[in-house]
Each structure stands twice: as C-alpha cells, then as structure tokens.
C-alpha cells in the first residue's frame, strides 16, 4: 500500500539522513573491509581464548572509532558474558598512575566491588593482573581500548609493559587495542614493550575519489523494492546520476575532497547538501551540494578580511607584492615604501600618513592577518620588528572579490591583477610567452615598449620569453594577451 503524496518527500529525506548517520550502513557494507577483518581477529581471541593486540592506525576522521564501536556491539549481542571492556584515552590517562586507577574502577564496576580511591599505583597494578586471572580462568575475555595510543608511548611505557607482560601468562584473557592518527605509534614503543606486541595492524585509510562517488551512490539511491512509489524512486536515482555526471557537481566534488577526503567529513557534507533539500520536487539538485559546500568550508581568514579598512587591504596586497618579489620577511618600513611605490605608479587617491598606517599595521597583527616571525626582539620598535603574512595568494583574492567597498579603478583589485601575473613566474614549467614582432605590446592596460620588450627578454626560437622586473608596467590579465606553455 503506497503512502500519501504528501509525506513520502518527506519520508525519503528522513531516510537519507538516518543512513547518513548510521555507521552499519556506511561501515558493513564490504565484506572485505575493516570491520570485517577486526570483527573475525576478536571474536577469535574470545573463541580460542588467546591474547591479542592490535593497532588501528589511521587520519582523524578516518572511521577507526566507528568500526570498532561497531564490532564491539555486535561480539556484546553474541558473547554477553564474555566480554568485558575497558576504555581509556590517552589524553586523559596518559600517565601511568591515573591510568591505573582508572583500570581498577572500571573493573570494579565490571565485576561489582568496592574501589578504594586511596588505592597507591603498586595496588591498582597488582589488582588488574589479577583481576586478568580470574577472568582468564572464567573463560572472560577483557578489551582494553587504548585511544590516542601514541600518547601511552611516551615516558617509561610502565602500563603498556605491565599489561602487554600480563597478557604472557597463560592463565589470563585480554585483548588490547590501540587507536592513533599516527602511522609509526608502534616504533614509539620502548624494546622490551614491542617484543611483547602482536604486531597486527590495520590502516584505516581516506578513500579514493571513486571509493568516495561509490560511497555517494550508494548512500543517496533510494531502494525500488519499498514503500516509495515507484515513479518517485526512478525519477530520484536518475536525478542522483545526473547530478554524479554533471560537470558542475564534480568541480565541487573534486573541491571538497582535496579540502578533506575524510569519510567523517564526506558524511558531513552529504548531510548538509541532503538538508537543503527541495520538500516540493523531492529531489536533489546541484545547488544543494553548492550551498552545502559553501556551509561547511570554513574561511575565518576571509570573515576578518570582510572587516579590514581600505588601508588594511593596502598593507595586506603590499606585503603579498613583497613575498612575489621573494622577501617572505619584511617589516613596516619596507612595507611603506611598497605602498608609495604603488601610489606614484597608480597615482591613487588612497594614500594616508605614516602614523596612521602604522595604527593599521598593528591592527592587523591583533586580528592575526600578520604576524612577528619570532619572539626575539621585544625591546625594538613594530616598525623594525619582522612580520610576515598569514594569508594566502587565493584567500587575499578572493576576499579582494568579495570585499563590496573596495575601490573598482586602479587600485586593489587592478594591483591583486598584477599581483596574480607575477605569482605566475616563478612556476618551473610554465613560461609567460608573448610576440614582439608587432613592436608595441599595449592595449588598454598593458604598455611594454620595444627597447624594454628587448632588454627584459630571451630570445629562443624567435619567441620571447619574459623576465618582467616588477616596475615600469601597468597589467590587468583579463585583458592582457597572455599565453601560457609548458
């Protein structure tokens, strides 16, 4: 029986949010995946009553909680009472007294007994291995959770080396796992601790661009065989490879995963864009993945950038102009004779005095837009002290663009033109190439005269290849004739 048309829309958006949000559907999907792999070496230990451990290694983001969490539901449901698990994180635990006292509290909650919070380090280390016996002899498997593994790596190792030594004898049942971001947490362990390792790992890795368009797919295809009618379902899925093959979705796509290819940050973004979803077609759209990638991408640079003053923006685009000219270091004083270089070049209306520049100055180094390049030097002026930028040649642009009281004429947005030309040259494989058997390269904005054409260039099979100075040229490169080769 099909439901109403009014609510199915609705229906199917619930759907793809409670799938988005579910590890099962995202995690157990492959049978050659992680979960999988991690699920058969633990319910081994439990079943064969054998020690283990294991690292899940891995970026942040990367699903390493997740399928852990899941498998360990999953051996909860079908060993319930021979499995007991203890969770500690390295950012809380990370030295060996509270690391213990931790153990021994959770245990005593496990197995119902009285924790004595006055309990020294050699009671809490002796409790815990024997504790493992009992345990060992009642056939009960204990899963020590280690997170932020790497943390336990540092200092003299004392409980990875006592629960590792434990894990020896005979009599006792543990399992430990650790969780790191970092891929070489197991040579952070000390000789005596790693010969007691297992050794087994599992990398835990961010997924190709096609692992990600498969997991798109496979997250966003409604099912045929529901409670959905069935035109709704057709014309959804075909929206939904439309939308994979327009060119449009795959700059966006493409985009967002070289921002963060995470498959937590992937889950965020399908949430985003499936939320700005039309209820009155009931279907995706392009635009839904625009605004969600415009949601998420955070640009903190570019909101403080919205706020700075037109002589802000002045210093910010004559320090880039600076770092093009390859001095990454500068301070206000070199920064000032960038700025009137460009008020006698562009003879701009917008040119203010020193000290309020410097106020300008020291603006932008409290909204963190620049800042000292070291501690050293307290005692000298801000003008002498070295600065550099903190911001990118595409951030300052783009915040240039956004930026609606910014000047249109030659000043800021022409000056970031030029700025973005010569940001081209010192690329190895691409050269700036142009003809000067005309005599004159001159438009509206470009001016280079022959004698200057001559003396600034190479010649190599009749071409010229430019070796600009950065004076005595006036640039805007939506309408200079540019070409570009390898």
Do not use: W
């Amino acid at each position: 029986m099909g439901m109403e048309p009014e609510n199915h829309k609705m229906k199917a958006l619930n759907l793809l949010r409670s799938r988005i949000c579910d590890p099962k559907f995202i995690f157990k999907d492959s049978p050659e995946g992680n979960y999988s792999k991690l699920k058969f070496m633990i319910s081994s230990s439990v079943t064969e009553a054998c020690n283990n451990s294991i690292l899940l290694l891995g970026p942040r983001g990367s699903g390493k909680v997740a399928v852990l969490e899941l498998v360990i539901q999953d051996l909860l449901l079908q060993y319930p009472d021979s499995i007991s698990v203890i969770r500690l994180n390295g950012l809380l635990h990370s030295d060996d007294i509270s690391a213990f006292k931790e153990i021994a509290r959770q245990l005593c909650m496990e197995h119902q007994l009285l924790f004595s919070k006055a309990a020294s380090f050699d009671d809490n280390s002796q409790f815990m291995v024997a504790v493992l016996k009992e345990c060992g002899l009642a056939h009960k498997t204990v899963l020590f959770i280690l997170d932020e593994f790497d943390l336990f790596a540092q200092g003299k190792q004392r409980l990875l080396y006592s629960l590792l030594d434990a894990m020896q004898s005979v009599t006792s049942q543990a399992v430990v796992l650790g969780i790191s971001c970092r891929l070489d947490a197991d040579q952070l362990l000390e000789k005596r601790v790693r010969s007691r390792f297992s050794h087994r790992k599992m990398l835990f890795l961010p997924p190709s661009m096609e692992d990600s368009q498969r997991l798109l797919v496979h997250m966003l295809t409604l099912p045929i065989d529901s409670s959905f009618p069935h035109d709704y379902v057709v014309e959804f899925n075909r929206k939904i490879q439309n939308i994979i093959e327009d060119r449009r979705f795959k700059e966006i796509f493409n985009k967002y995963l070289n921002f963060d290819s995470s498959v937590k940050h992937l889950l965020r973004f399908l949430f985003c864009a499936v939320s700005h979803m039309d209820l009155q077609t009931g279907l995706l759209s392009v635009e839904n993945f625009e605004s969600a990638f415009s949601s998420i991408q955070r640009q903190p640079k570019l909101e403080c950038l919205k706020n700075c003053s037109i002589l802000e923006l002045y210093i910010l685009v004559c320090m880039k102009r600076l770092e093009v000219k390859e001095q990454i270091l500068c301070n206000f004083n070199s920064v000032m004779k960038e700025y009137k270089s460009i008020h006698d070049s562009f003879q701009t209306s917008d040119y203010y005095a020193r000290n309020v520049c410097l106020r300008a100055f020291e603006h932008l180094i409290h909204r963190e837009l620049i800042c000292f390049t070291d501690n050293r030097g307290h005692s000298l002026s801000v003008e002498f002290r070295p600065v550099k930028l903190l911001i990118s040649s595409a951030e300052l642009h783009q915040g240039l663009r956004a930026y609606h009281c910014c000047p249109k004429l030659p000043s800021l947005k022409l000056l970031f033109s030029e700025l973005t030309f010569l940001s081209l040259l010192p690329c190895l494989n691409t050269h700036i190439v142009a003809n000067t058997n005309k005599g004159n390269l001159s438009n509206n904005n470009v001016l280079f005269s022959k004698s200057e054409s001559e003396s600034m260039s190479t010649s190599r099979g009749g071409v010229c290849f430019f070796v600009f100075t950065y004076t005595n040229y006036l640039c805007n490169t939506s309408t200079m004739p540019i070409y570009v080769a390898d």
